[in-house]
């Protein structure tokens, strides 16, 4: 029996990936992504600015990890690019796959629970790639939608739209959107999807979710929350 009607109301349920179920990387991550391309330690900063200035282009599919990388980028003379090129796929995939445990925890519930959920991501090609293998998204998700492959960043409307269609059409009044950022939950508010602007409160995230059973107490430490056992 589902014992939260919150969740029990909606339809459908659609989760962005990082900032909800994928952790942000930790400074350390950028420290050795930036010093992998040459960049001084104290420069990250400029790097990380650089990155996201040419990041759109890549998580939308219209250029390649090379084109990506070679834009201005890359400092270092000590390798070619063709060499290097595969370390900084990796070290920038292997960023943004690492999830929350807690909020895993809470999908696997909702799963049990008979809920239908769909994953609508900004990513690349080679993130999306990555996180279409993992376990938990192989077993709980029934569809994932990603920029790359759609074309479309969020909050593009046809991102949500794409993402309305691959979870079968749902009542958008009855299909929660859960994201990190704000935009993107004024964007799919305005087609109508029920939002939730996630800030890292495991709790309220619980209660919008069918469970079999009572959800379990949750610290919330900050971004990130524990389960209490």
């Keep these: 029996m589902t014992l939260r009607p919150p969740g029990s109301a909606f339809e459908a349920f659609v989760f962005d990936y990082n900032g909800v179920i994928g952790v942000q990387p930790p400074p350390e991550a950028w420290e050795r992504l930036a010093q992998l391309a040459g960049w001084p330690a104290d420069r990250t ?27 201005g980028l890359v400092l270092r003379t000590d390798r070619t690019f063709g060499d290097l090129l ?7 995939t292997a ?7 807690a909020v ?12 239908r959920l769909t994953l609508l991501s900004n990513a690349p090609h080679t993130v999306a790639d990555a996180i279409d293998v993992a376990e938990w998204s192989c077993s709980l998700m029934s569809r994932t939608i990603y920029s790359a492959r759609i ?3 969020k909050p593009h409307r046809g991102a949500y739209e794409a993402a ?13 959107f859960i994201d990190d950022r704000s935009e993107n939950c004024a964007a799919a508010a305005q ?10 409160k495991l709790g309220e ?17 900050g971004t990130a929350a524990s389960v209490a056992a």
Excluded at 48 to 71: C, E, H, K, L, P
Excluded at 167 to 175: I, R
Excluded at 210 to 216: K, N, S, T, W
């Design 45 to 71: 900063p400029q790097f990380m600015q650089a990155f996201w200035a040419r990041r759109s282009g890549y998580d939308a599919g219209v250029i390649t990890s090379a084109q990506f990388w070679s834009s």
């Design 86 to 92: 595969p370390e900084l796929i990796a070290t920038d």
């Design 95 to 101: 960023m943004w796959t690492e999830v929350d445990p």
């Design 104 to 115: 895993i925890h809470l999908l696997r519930a909702a799963h049990r629970a008979g809920a």
């Design 151 to 153: 074309g479309l960043n």
């Design 164 to 176: 309305l269609a691959a979870a079968g059409w749902p009542d958008p009044a009855s299909t929660l």
């Design 191 to 200: 087609l109508g999807i029920q939002t939730l602007h996630y800030t890292g």
């Design 205 to 221: 995230l619980a209660q919008h979710l069918p469970q079999l059973h009572p959800a379990p107490a949750v610290r919330e430490t």
